[in-house]
């Protein structure tokens, strides 16, 4: 049994443990796909401790306490979602808890759990029970309990995920919604996986074999290949985003098949990966395009690392660029006050970003749901916003948190977070943000608009389920209004007829709705004179949105 843990397996467990999430991170997604298809804490703590593992492959570090302070640092910067920004400040407090030890036995790991649950619940307005919280604290309090039984790393690590998988399975009864769902909390779920992962490495315990972001390795063989047998140049290996769960591939297939071989596609409700030889990889991303948006793409030259090899040299590979882009010096990146305000925007498809920046965004960040942006891409644009005070839209309730992470980090600007939980309060926060107003007047009329907007979207069924009265099938159209059920149905014109006879549209001034990628500008149109026939006395915007998951976005005011 491993009593004492230091800085090198401490790293090693957390590169575990994020190869550990990351092949179960769908798994945990469907946790939490109720019935919207927006499930994605296990693709946002995967990310999230994916930044950390490829961290700690870079800096390796001797002392607990600076692989522990590495860790928090590439969580918080690498956190998306809730779930992830939950996750580093569970690691931040273990970083806390670790400092100036060189090593970790039993009590000082079970203390330093303790300490990540205290942060985690610190920075959490309202912690709710029944979610990653109560898992990680009971975990931890019988961390503490098991170090006084037995002080080693690996006996307070085994003590705590026992006690988290009762937790876990106690969540069911503890928070409404998984109870209807008949679902354990997924971000519990996800955190206990990353514990396991880091208690594998204790034990020697071979990590699953999967890349960095937790998806299967797909390499050609170069060893055992002549030039000759190489009959294409190019192995391709991409991902795509699929605009509909049940999009049909064996087109794409076939004309793969025509172009290329040793082919393989992998899939799953939310993408679809590939890998192919042929000799012209830009026809199959292209290709690959009319599915989805592509998400990810490596394209290596196997003829010149064939070459390569025969003459003992080192293969060059995508990774190299990844090492030079790493080894070069950073340029600077925080823009210098040009004006008193800026604004930073969170919002998926051209045409949403073409709004905020026609009402004076200045920085776009492409994301929203089922695609959150970390923390670090939020930094990014904030300091490249060339103001002194920088107010942020996440425009989503699940990037709230990582936005909120960003105040104070950037030296220089002052950040201000506008809780938008949608696209559309965002659109009328930034209507009433006034230049000549000072801060704290332009933070009272930004979030009180944000009281006056109601936000209906259109999207599909998951999967089958039943909620509150309505029986959910799988591929049904459905309509949420202000984030909660409000009806579904087999045709979109019925559902939309429903939403524009409801009270929100039926008393609304103004309404504009947004269309995504996946609908047509005629079906746009059919859907802008079904809500000018039913609501007479508003005025009617139709804007291209662009947005993927969502058919349809409407604002009423």
Do not use: W
């Not at 690590?157 to 909390?185: M, R, S």
């Not at 009959?231 to 087109?251: E, H, S």
């Not at 920046?357 to 904030?382: A, Y």
Request: net charge negative; glycine share 8%; hydrophobic share 40%.
């Amino acid at each position: 049994m491993i009593d004492i843990i230091d800085g090198s397996l401490f790293q090693r467990m957390v590169i575990h443990a994020a190869a550990s999430i990351g092949a179960q991170k769908q798994s945990i997604n469907e946790l939490n796909v109720f019935p919207v298809p927006d499930g994605d804490t296990g693709t946002n703590m995967s990310l999230t401790i994916g930044t950390a593992a490829t961290e700690a492959r870079k800096k390796p570090s001797q002392s607990i306490s600076q692989a522990a302070a590495t860790n928090a640092s590439a969580l918080l910067r690498g956190a998306r979602g809730n779930s992830g920004v939950i996750l580093s400040l569970l690691f931040r407090g273990v970083s806390k808890g670790l400092k100036e030890h060189d090593t970790a036995d039993g009590v000082v790991l079970a203390a330093a759990l303790n300490e990540g649950v205290g942060a985690a619940y610190k920075a959490v307005m309202k912690p709710a029970e029944g979610t990653i919280l109560t898992v990680s604290r009971l975990a931890a309090q019988r961390a503490v309990e098991a170090a006084q039984e037995q002080n080693s790393a690996e006996y307070v690590l085994e003590a705590a995920i026992a006690e988290g998988e009762l937790a876990l399975a106690d969540t069911i009864n503890q928070n409404p919604v998984l109870q209807k769902a008949g679902v354990v909390d997924a971000g519990g779920k996800g955190y206990l996986i990353i514990l396991q992962g880091m208690l594998d490495e204790l034990r020697g315990i071979p990590a699953p074999e999967t890349g960095e972001d937790g998806a299967a390795q797909d390499k050609a063989d170069f060893a055992h290949l002549g030039d000759e047998e190489i009959t294409y140049t190019f192995d391709t290996v991409f991902i795509v985003r699929k605009r509909t769960p049940n999009v049909d591939l064996d087109p794409f297939r076939s004309y793969l098949n025509g172009i290329g071989d040793s082919l393989v596609i992998g899939e799953d409700d939310e993408s679809f990966k590939v890998h192919v030889h042929t000799d012209i990889p830009g026809a199959a991303l292209t290709e690959g395009q009319r599915y989805g948006t592509l998400e990810l793409a490596k394209i290596e030259n196997m003829r010149t690392q064939y070459e390569d090899m025969a003459a003992g040299r080192k293969p060059q590979s995508t990774d190299d660029l990844d090492m030079e882009e790493s080894s070069a010096p950073e340029e600077p990146v925080v823009a210098p006050p040009e004006k008193k305000y800026g604004v930073v925007a969170v919002c998926a498809g051209a045409g949403m970003a073409s709004v905020f920046r026609d009402l004076g965004v200045d920085g776009i960040i492409s994301g929203g749901q089922t695609m959150n942006p970390s923390t670090e891409d939020i930094l990014r644009e904030i300091s490249r916003t060339p103001a002194e005070i920088v107010f942020v839209l996440p425009n989503n309730k699940n990037i709230i948190m990582a936005a909120q992470q960003c105040i104070g980090l950037v030296e220089g600007k002052q950040v201000v977070v506008i809780p938008t939980r949608t696209v559309p309060q965002g659109v009328s926060a930034m209507l009433v943000m006034d230049p000549d107003a000072d801060v704290s007047a332009n933070v009272d009329a930004m979030t009180s608009a944000l009281g006056s907007v109601r936000t209906s979207e259109v999207t599909y069924a998951a999967r089958d389920s039943d909620f509150d009265g309505f029986a959910i099938k799988e591929g049904d159209y459905m309509a949420l209004a202000d984030g909660q059920l409000f009806g579904t149905a087999r045709s979109m014109d019925d559902l939309l007829e429903k939403l524009a006879l409801a009270d929100s549209q039926q008393q609304a001034g103004f309404i504009n709705i947004f269309y995504g990628e996946d609908v047509s500008q005629q079906e746009a149109d059919q859907a802008l004179a079904i809500f000018q026939r039913l609501c007479p006395d508003a005025e009617i915007t139709l804007l291209s949105g662009g947005q993927p998951v969502y058919y349809y976005m409407i604002s009423a005011e």
